[in-house]
């Protein structure tokens, strides 16, 4: 019997469009889940005013990544490749949605802008978006050919 | 991947978005009428916070030629003064001249959050926007009617070049002007039409960098010696930091001679309209209290002001009701805080205020207090926007508030005015400040 064997294949390394706005957009989401702590434990108004900065912030990089991952779909670079980029894809929807909920939340005025429910929004935020990295990069490795 | 199951991905997507905007919508509508919270006992409804406020103001237009706001029965309405830069009060003086005092608002404290921007905005509109009508002003214009037609042959500027003044009271020849951040004393000459002594500082009183509840209202007590001056709080509900409250949300006592001050009363989140009732002597103010709480909260209020007390800002409102918004939380100030008088609904927004001892408006008028409420943002149904009447008994008030001048929004819901300060003139009749009507109405028997 033969087979017929794959060459390895030699790839150019494909950087995604959508990575940069989005891992700002984290940093910006992780960065408000700590100012959220620090001001639930001072009551101090800096830090509130900090999380709701961040959030907008993360919010706009968010929008922003929306438009480079429809740019990378459309080149390739992106794939709905198995359960994992489907997870990928929504995760990251949730963790805008939740994120703007939050970003009205933080609209509000002193104390109850933060605790509890700010606080809570940002923690799941943050857990999403643990979730969705885990994703994403099975997600890459299954595009880049592995499994 | 195809795009047809780019199409799949992206309705479930377009499901949450959706959702989420009806979820938001929703939050707004729903709104009971406020008039079960007006009187001594107003029932108060159970706090409800937004997750977007409703921001809802009149877009102003202005009066047309011939237009001016409706008046009750009995009553007719003309316009005293015209084409003023933003009059935001009116002070009578004993020679009949009428002072105008014009201004606009200190300049916005730098945003500390995004909020700031679109509030910003927000407030820029229901003021008239940086169009027609608000170019500086900050001055005071002199009013004389001596034909006693009811519109002013002289118009003269008085005093220029303040800083956003509110408050003013002559006691003998001292004129004391309440400019936002002092209380300044001029020389007055009856009958001049100019000030042009740079005046002398009295006291100064909290203004900027952060100067949120600007407008600094003005009386004196029954002998003169003594000022009061509201001192209006340095946010909505301590959201710039517990710092920038110091002395504020507070009318301060200022001994005349010494310009030395103390509070007199606390816990008035923005106290305007300052009055002396004239049947018990009792100092009296109106006071805007804090927003974002429901469409029905927290009611607008007037009451006599008690040596020392404390009305609750920020804590609590109405006596022990606690905001849950302050941390950290007071139990012991909250246990302090005395409800005040007499409720005049949510959102009104009070801004002037002035007893009717002297007037010449038909006897229905004869005791009680004008109040000029300036309207809501606050709810989506408007609230205010007219100048009411409360009877007084016995220096206390007796009975619902009278609609006294309506019609300062059109049949669209625009602001064609807004009611501000109030005073009565020298014959009696009722005089309005309408600070984006740009006009000093003057309502008189008919």
């Known amino acids: 019997m033969t087979y017929s064997t794959s060459g390895i294949p030699i790839r150019r390394y ?106 809570a929004l940002s923690v799941v935020a943050f857990v999403l978006m643990i979730l969705v990295a885990v994703c994403g990069s099975i997600t890459e490795r299954r595009i880049a050919g592995g499994y | 991947m195809t795009m047809h199951s780019v199409a799949r991905h992206a309705i479930p997507a377009a499901v949450l978005l959706a959702s989420t905007a009806l979820l938001l919508a929703g939050c707004s509508g729903d709104e009971p009428d406020p008039g079960s919270e007006i009187g001594p006992n107003p029932k108060l409804p159970e706090q409800s916070q937004y997750l977007i406020p ?95 037609d009811g519109v002013a042959e002289v118009h003269d500027v008085f005093l220029d070049h303040l800083n956003s003044p509110f408050g003013v009271v002559l006691v003998g020849n001292d004129l004391y002007v309440a400019n936002t951040d002092a209380i300044v004393r001029y020389p007055y000459v009856p009958g001049e039409t ?86 018990t002597k009792a100092l009296w103010t109106v006071v805007n209290e804090r927003d974002e709480l429901g469409p029905n909260l927290v009611p607008d209020y007037m009451t006599s002001v008690k040596d020392g007390a404390f009305y609750g ?43 009717s001892k002297g007037t010449s408006l038909p006897q229905d008028y004869a005791s009680g207090a004008f109040v000029g409420e300036h309207g809501s943002w606050n709810r989506n149904a408007f609230n205010g926007y007219k100048v009411v009447f409360v009877p007084f008994n016995g220096g206390k008030p007796d009975g619902s508030p009278k609609d006294v001048v309506t019609g300062f929004l059109d049949d669209q819901e625009q602001a064609r005015g807004r009611p501000v300060g109030v005073a009565l003139d020298k014959s009696g009749a009722l005089l309005v400040a309408d600070d984006v009507g740009n006009t000093v109405w003057r309502v008189s028997a008919q």
């Open chain 2, 194 to 279: 100019k000030i042009t002594d740079p005046g002398i500082v009295l006291t100064e009183l909290p203004g900027g960098p952060i100067d949120h509840h600007w407008t600094k209202s003005l009386t004196a007590n029954e002998d003169g010696s003594l000022l009061y001056v509201g001192v209006g709080s340095n946010s909505n509900i301590t959201e710039n930091g517990i710092q920038a409250e110091k002395d504020r949300a507070a009318i301060w006592e200022v001994d005349r001679q010494t310009g030395r001050h103390r509070i007199y009363a606390s816990g008035l989140r923005n106290p305007n309209g300052l009055s002396i009732e004239p049947q």
């Open chain 1, 14 to 119: 494909r950087a995604s469009l959508r990575a940069i706005p989005l891992h700002f957009a984290a940093a910006c989401f992780t960065g408000a889940l700590i100012t959220d702590i620090a001001y639930s434990q001072t009551a101090e108004m800096t830090w509130a005013n900090f999380s709701a900065w961040l959030l907008t912030a993360g919010l706009l990089l968010g929008g922003l990544a929306v438009l480079a991952g429809l740019v990378d779909l459309a080149r390739g670079r992106f794939r709905f490749a198995g359960g994992a980029a489907l997870l990928y894809v929504l995760g990251n929807i949730a963790v805008f949605v939740v994120s703007l909920f939050n970003a009205f939340i933080h609209s509000r005025d002193a104390w109850t802008s933060v605790v509890p429910t700010g606080l």
């Open chain 2, 313 to 355: 800002w920020p804590y609590s409102y109405y006596g022990q009701n606690v905001d849950p918004r302050v941390m950290p939380q007071r139990p012991d100030m909250v246990a302090k805080a005395i409800a005040p008088d007499y409720a005049l609904s949510s959102h009104v927004a009070p801004l002037g205020m002035a007893f």
């Open chain 2, 54 to 148: 409703p921001m809802h103001v009149a877009k102003v237009v202005g009066w047309k030629d011939g237009e001016t706001p409706k008046v009750a029965s009995g009553l007719k309405i003309q316009a005293l003064a015209s084409g003023l830069k933003h009059p935001r009060s009116v002070y009578s003086l004993p020679n009949g001249d009428i002072l105008a005092v014009e201004s606009v608002a200190p300049p916005e404290a730098s945003a500390k959050r995004p909020k700031d921007l679109i509030m910003g905005f927000v407030q820029s509109l229901a003021t008239g926007g940086s169009g027609g009508g608000n170019e500086a002003s900050n001055r005071i214009t002199l009013l004389r009617d001596a034909d006693g």
